[in-house]
């Protein structure tokens, strides 16, 4: 390792523009005649729309247009879609419910798009917006998906009866229903998992520029994936052909996997640019954030997990609902199936699983992927479960999860994952050990002299990141190949510049991918610089979710230095009369082992351009482009321990020890992989202490709509956290990189709740954990 | 419409704007320091703090007009062009930033923390004055050992010139 190179403890190249306020997000974004646009929105979770009459809003100080989706249809803009086909267990494919991006018959949850005000200011497009008449028929709403399967629900779409999406089953039923027939013990829980809202904290915004001369699109984005928008748009959208769209996601503050999808807004900015034939930006506010943004979670399963008289685990049964809101967005359909139910085994070796998922229709946000997606529903499902378990068979919770870890690898699950590697055992020493769990009880009997309940509790976690091979997620239904593409082009005076299809939105890559570039070729960090989220300059690229853009997006990259590199010695070979199978590649020179001669990187590459003396028959230049398709997904793991002290008087907990020991394969910058643990963390302490969307059950109104009424953790909510690394490289990509975006966000809220429940000895509890959930259990049980 | 003259760092700066118009909004869109962010509507996030006369504020509840006559600094006036106050070295030594959106507020909190405090920062102090900056991304750990590095390194260089 070089001190910059792979493994470096690097800062951050990008962190000067952040600090200095020149960082560049969609809404610093100004161009000539530029407007602003604001949305009309439904204020009913479900009504007929029968009419929209804008004429006075036309007329008011600066409008320079109301534009409706009657005028959107009529211009052949296509509805949003689900890109991720899902068969019901009949058969049948999933029922997928039109979602045009402005509504103009139903509007299906508060917040829908209705119409676009396009006006010289945003206060003007605002002020205007309040002005357009939308005569409303309210229907009734439901908001709950338990409630929304029942009978005489109100029905959302007509495509999905009864609105039920699909109904989904993986894994063995009947050899399930055998292990639970003839077990020893069976745990049963009922387990809920919280509507959350992902919250980055810049906003959604959107610049639709139309150019009439070119007949020409450009759209800036708080995208983390600029070109799947790009080809989802022209594709399925209409909006223009591949060619005649350019969509730049620049700087981007944060995602959680909220700015993965294509939202109307995008849409209809662009349309309404050409319709107004000025360019159009659109900047969320928080409430329209909360109002509009994918949710995230939002489950509930009944549990049931078989014991032999051993404590060995011998089946898992699931049956799971989970509400997708009032539209499919693009990979909901995914989320409660193939990233959810494939890692109900965990770390543990049980040899038949069975789940069941009906995902459902409700007037609520439309529900996908955030931070883990479906992973910390199954962590927390199957971690609540365990520790349960643990506590009704009167054996210590490492003992139950040791007696069923997976212990040889490759394994393969009854739920398509084939683990490639991992060592559980060590993360939960290490995090034991860190957390000094056998000195707990004294620590307790200390706490209860000061009158407080402390609580002590794990969480084994597997995730499974990449989602890939791309053949793999088709056979399962994904629209889209899961590859990543990388070029590296090195310039005439020997500087870098690395284009990925990935797309960082806080996670670094400017630094890390120019960390590789370092450690393969020896040159200096500054003199590589790594170019993301712009169509017209990176080559199709698939963006950053699901923790891939080490694993898969690096990958890439080195598939191209390959090349690079192997052209590059062929050039030396030639300048030093050698053969290039003798040529290395060492700080910056190229040499030829076991000689003196060298050749500097730099008149390797002003060589490739010149071309005044190239080998015979070789191409000028020195620029490779490479794509990489991960042989297998990648299985990061960990055990995270919360150590938690309850106040009986007032049911507050506070946190008194946080330790997470996590098996991240090879990792390129011990800083960076520990920010994005932190960050998890908080998230996954958020979801089990604090936060939850709510909605009013009989109007569908969102009653947590602001920062007012959310709560997003705070500094002084969190404790400092005990961090460790176990890691077992991964074997199915050339950098041995498992991910670490998610890992944090997974494992951590089982480990709270398994602590708060240990505190005031009631399991029955339910995320959040809000003092008065946890006061009225503990009064509960004395 | 209004018309409002202040200095902003450093500089005497008018422009027209409408009377409701906030200070986020003219900093941003008439003065163009696109650097102070807005990440909420209700006062919360801190995205927006900048100081003035001295003391951090939430542009984003200030209206411009309020604002006349004052003083203000933003992110891009707390050091000189090209270089890092010692509260922004800190937050790129201990990686207190990621996405970097709420980055300007935060460290405009830390600057007038630190000023109000100077050296006898502690973490549970760090904690609570940051109650209202909100990240997402950071888990506030390494923000809060990037506000103790920087108090401790301005003592130590109080300390130094005395």
């Known amino acids: 390792m070089g001190v910059e190179g792979i493994g470096a403890r690097v800062t951050r190249k990008e962190d000067k523009r952040f600090l200095t306020g020149k960082g560049r997000y969609t809404d610093d974004m100004s161009v000539p005649g530029m407007k602003y646009a604001y949305f009309v929105r439904s204020p009913y979770a479900h009504a007929r729309i029968r009419g929209i009459d804008a004429a006075a809003a036309k007329a008011m100080p600066g409008v320079i247009d109301v534009l409706d989706g009657r005028q959107l249809q009529a211009d052949g803009i296509g509805n949003l879609i689900c890109g991720w086909m899902i068969h019901s267990k009949d058969g049948s494919p999933m029922k997928m419910g039109a979602w045009r991006p402005l509504a103009h018959e139903i509007v299906r949850y508060v917040g829908d798009a209705v119409a676009i005000v396009v006006a010289d200011s945003s206060a003007e497009a605002r002020d205007a917006a309040e002005a357009v008449v939308v005569d409303y028929e309210e229907l009734p709403a439901v908001t709950e998906a338990v409630s929304a399967l029942e009978a005489g629900a109100p029905q959302i779409h007509p495509e999905a009866p009864g609105n039920l999406i699909f109904d989904w089953e993986i894994g063995d039923g009947s050899a399930t229903d055998q292990a639970i027939a003839t077990a020893a013990h069976v745990t049963e829980i009922e387990i809920h998992n919280n509507r959350l809202s992902p919250n980055p904290m810049e906003p959604r915004a959107t610049l639709g520029i139309y150019d009439t001369a070119e007949d020409h699109y450009t759209c800036y984005t708080t995208s983390q994936n600029p070109h799947v928008a790009r080809l989802v748009m022209s594709a399925f959208y209409n909006v223009a052909p591949e060619n005649k769209l350019r969509v730049i996601a620049p700087d981007v503050g944060g995602g959680f996997g909220s700015k993965i999808y294509i939202y109307p807004e995008e849409i209809v900015c662009l349309w309404a640019s050409k319709k107004t034939g000025v360019p159009v930006k659109w900047t969320s506010d928080r409430t329209e954030a909360f109002l509009t943004d994918a949710h995230g979670r939002d489950h509930v399963s009944k549990v049931k997990m078989a014991f032999d008289a051993d404590h060995r685990i011998i089946g898992l049964k699931v049956d799971t609902i989970a509400n997708l809101g009032a539209y499919m967005s693009l990979f909901s359909s995914a989320v409660p199936t193939y990233l959810y139910a494939t890692l109900l085994s965990g770390q543990y070796a049980i040899p038949s699983i069975h789940a069941n998922v009906r995902t459902v229709y409700t007037n609520t946000v439309p529900v996908d992927a955030y931070r883990g997606a479906g992973r910390p529903e199954a962590t927390y499902l199957l971690e609540r479960t365990m520790e349960t378990a643990a506590r009704e068979l009167g054996i210590s919770p490492a003992e139950l999860r040791r007696k069923n870890f997976i212990r040889s690898f490759p394994y393969q699950t009854p739920v398509i994952m084939n683990y490639d590697a991992g060592d559980y055992d060590a993360s939960l020493s290490a995090a034991m050990q860190a957390a000094d769990w056998d000195g707990f009880a004294a620590r307790r009997a200390e706490a209860e002299g000061r009158g407080k309940r402390r609580g002590i509790g794990m969480s084994c976690y597997i995730e499974a990141c990449g989602i890939a091979p791309s053949a793999a997620v088709g056979s399962l239904g994904a629209g889209v190949g899961l590859w990543e593409s990388a070029e590296v082009r090195v310039n005439a005076v020997g500087t870098i510049e690395v284009l990925t299809g990935s797309h960082s939105h806080g996670q670094g890559h400017e630094t890390t991918f120019a960390q590789l570039v370092a450690e393969r070729l020896g040159v200096p960090l500054d003199s590589v610089n790594i170019v993301h989220g712009d169509t017209d300059k990176v080559q199709m690229g698939m963006g950053t979710y699901g923790s891939r853009s080490g694993a898969v997006g690096m990958s890439a990259v080195v598939k191209a230095l390959d090349k690079v590199e192997a052209k590059a010695k062929k050039i030396a070979a030639h300048l030093m009369e050698a053969d290039d199978s003798d040529i290395v590649i060492e700080n910056g020179e190229l040499k030829v082992a076991g000689t003196d001669k060298t050749v500097p990187w730099f008149q390797v590459a002003l060589a490739a351009y010149t071309a005044h003396n190239l080998p015979s028959g070789m191409e000028p230049g020195l620029k490779e482009t490479a794509f990489y398709d991960p042989a297998n997904f990648t299985f990061p793991a960990g055990c995270y321990i919360a150590e938690v002290e309850v106040d009986p008087e007032t049911g507050k907990t506070e946190i008194i020890q946080f330790v997470a020991a996590d098996d991240f394969g090879n990792i390129i910058n011990p800083l960076i992989v520990e920010g994005q643990v932190h960050g998890g963390l908080a998230q996954g302490i958020g979801q089990a202490l604090l936060e939850e969307v709510r909605y009013d059950r009989e109007s569908g109104q969102l009653l947590t709509a602001s920062y007012m009424d959310y709560a997003m953790p705070r500094a002084d909510d969190l404790p400092s956290f005990n961090l460790s690394h176990q890691n077992t490289p991964c074997p199915s990509n050339p950098l041995g990189i498992k991910g670490c975006g998610e890992a944090g966000a997974i494992g951590s809220p089982p480990a709270l709740i398994n602590a708060i429940t240990d505190a005031i000895g009631n399991n029955n509890l339910t995320m959040p954990a809000t003092p008065m959930k946890v006061w009225q259990a503990m009064r509960a049980t004395h | ?162």
């Open chain 2, 1 to 162: 419409m209004a018309k409002v003259t202040l200095t902003v760092n450093g500089r005497t700066v008018s422009g027209e704007c409408d009377d409701r118009t906030l200070l986020v909004h003219f900093i941003r869109e008439k003065l163009g320091l696109t650097g102070t962010h807005v990440g909420c509507d209700t006062t919360q996030c801190g995205a927006c703090v900048v100081h003035m006369d001295g003391k951090s504020v939430k542009s984003c509840s200030i209206l411009a007009v309020q604002a006349a006559g004052s003083s203000v600094t933003t992110i891009e006036g707390i050091a000189a062009q090209g270089e890092l106050h010692p509260v922004q070295a800190a937050f790129k030594e201990h990686h207190g930033l990621q996405c970097g959106f709420c980055t300007p507020g935060m460290v405009m909190t830390a600057v007038d923390m630190i000023n109000r405090h100077g050296g006898k920062l502690d973490e549970a102090t760090v904690r609570h004055e940051l109650e209202g900056n909100i990240c997402r991304c950071t888990g506030y750990h390494n923000i809060v050992k990037a506000v103790l590095a920087a108090d401790a390194e301005m003592a130590a260089g109080r300390q130094a010139a005395e």
